[in-house]
């Protein structure tokens, strides 16, 4: 059974085509996929051979040898994006997870599901600094609160403020939602009140702790 986190990146995924799961690791998640019928044919990649082992012999353990391709490759540049409706990148920081994407202009016509561990604001911005609309946010908890994002390429930039950059397009409807939020913005108070203690750059500190307090509101539904 996939965690909660794999599994909101699964929910997302049309199943339309083939579905490529990029840094695969064990390989959880493109078995998943297929022994669910979500789709009929899956890839597990992954830049390093250890992990790629690890996805072989589940793959293999699940008898799905057959219909989830392993592949050795840096991000997206050692696949075919033939057939591929769905890439799955999950489990690293939103730097890097901007770095595959724009390193795979291929794959532009399938849609992405972005799991970011850290900067899902950097994310965010290259995203939308680089034509792709990011269509909902999804909140789920494990041991801490995520955010998997649902992408597609438009070749059209999105305008956004310095807010939208920290929410991205997260509801505040449920305990995920708000917990996730809430989270988010007690991050950023922490960063404002170390700043204010180290009387370093007072100006900054302000901006983050009214950041903090923006996405604070927005979770309470006070907005
Ligand atoms: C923390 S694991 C995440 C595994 C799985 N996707 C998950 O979310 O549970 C990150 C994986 O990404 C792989 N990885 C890191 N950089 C990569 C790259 N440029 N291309 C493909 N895989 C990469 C690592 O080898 C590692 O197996």
Redesign the pocket.
Known sequence: ML?N??LA?ATLVSGKGIAV??????G??PCYLVQNGICEKAVA????T???MSAVKNIEKCGLADKVDTVL?????GLSAQGVSDV?????GGE?IA??ISRGKSFYDAQFIL?P?TKPEYLRKWLWDNGFEIALEKACKDEFYYTVMLVHFTGKNTSYNEEMLYVGKMKNETDEEKGWLLKQAEKLSKKGEGMLRSQDNSDCASYYLSLSQYIKNYAKGEL
């Open positions: 965690d986190r794999l990146c799961d990029v840094g695969t690791d064990h959880y998640l990649a992954d830049v390093n250890a992990p790629l490759s840096d991000g997206l540049t799955i990148i999950a489990g690293m890097l770095d595959i799991q561990m």
